[in-house]
C-alpha cells in the first residue's frame, strides 16, 4: 500500500491518540512515548509491504498466512488442500511440493470417472470404481474446486463416532411458565461423525457429519438412516483385507 493511503489514516489515528491520551492524563495517566513508539511501529508493519514467498506476489492487509519460516499470501494458501491444517508448522519447501502436488491433482480430477455417488449428508462421497479412487467434497461444482483425489488404497479406517446431545422436555403449568417435569424428561440427539484415516503425506484424516445438518433422534427413521448411510461409506471405502 502507498504513503498516500497510509498518511490520512496515520492522521486520523494520531488524532484519535492524542484525544485519548488527554482523556487518560485527566484522570492523572499520562501515556508514553514508548507506547506512541509501539503503536507506530504497529501500524507501520500492518502496512508494510509483503512479499508471498511462493509466489512473489505482494501480500495484501490481513491476507497474510503463516508458515515456519516464512509467510504466504491467501491466494497460495488458497490452492492448499481443503484436508490440510499443518501450514504453520510447514516449512516454505513442504508448502511448494503440497502446491506442485495440488497442481498435478488437476489433471486426476479431468481423468476422474464417477461410477458411484455416496451421500455423506454434508459431503458427496464421489467413487471410481474402475480407477480405485475418490474424491469427498462438500461442492456441487466440485470439478472446479480441485479435491484431492485419494486412492482407496491410501485409507486406513474408518470411525463412525456418535456423539450424544440430550435436551429438556419442558411442560406448562397453569399460569403458561415453562416447568421441568418431575424427574425431568430428555428428549436424545445424534451426530454422526464419519472419520476417514488416509494415507497421505498432506493430511491423516477428513471428517465431516453423515448428519445433514440436523440431528436425528434417537431410533428415529433419520437415525437408522444416517447409521445405514455411514455403513455403506465404510464398506465402500475399506476395501476387503484392510483391518478397522
Ligand atoms: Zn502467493
Known sequence: MSDSYKQPLLEKFAFWLMDFSEKFETKGLKAT????????????????????????????????????????????????????????????EQIKEQLNYRESNKAAVSAFNVTRTLNGGTVKI???????????SSSRKWR??????????????????????RKEIYQKDKNGNKTSYKPPRYKYYYDFKMIIY???????????????????????????????KAQEIKEALIQKGVIL
Do not use: H
Not at 126 to 136: M, N, Q, R, W
Not at 144 to 165: A, M, R, Y
Open 198 to 228: 488416509v494415507n497421505s503425506p498432506w493430511f491423516d484424516e477428513i471428517t465431516f457429519l453423515v448428519n445433514d445438518g440436523i440431528m436425528p433422534v434417537y431410533r428415529g427413521g433419520e437415525y437408522k438412516d444416517t447409521e445405514k
Open 33 to 92: 512515548d514508548k507506547a506512541f513508539d509501539k503503536i507506530e511501529k504497529d501500524i507501520d508493519n500492518l502496512f508494510e509491504n509483503k512479499i508471498c514467498d511462493v509466489c512473489g506476489d505482494k501480500i495484501k492487509i490481513f491476507g497474510k498466512r503463516k508458515i515456519l519460516d516464512g509467510k504466504i499470501c491467501k491466494k497460495c494458501d488458497d490452492k492448499l488442500s481443503p484436508f490440510f491444517c499443518d501450514r504453520r508448522q510447514s516449512k516454505l
Open 144 to 165: 472446479n474446486e480441485n479435491p484431492d483425489v485419494i486412492k482407496l488404497s491410501q485409507v486406513t479406517g474408518c470411525t463412525n463416532d456418535v456423539d450424544e446431545i
Open 126 to 136: 464421489l467413487i471410481d470404481e474402475d480407477a480405485g479412487k475418490f474424491i469427498i
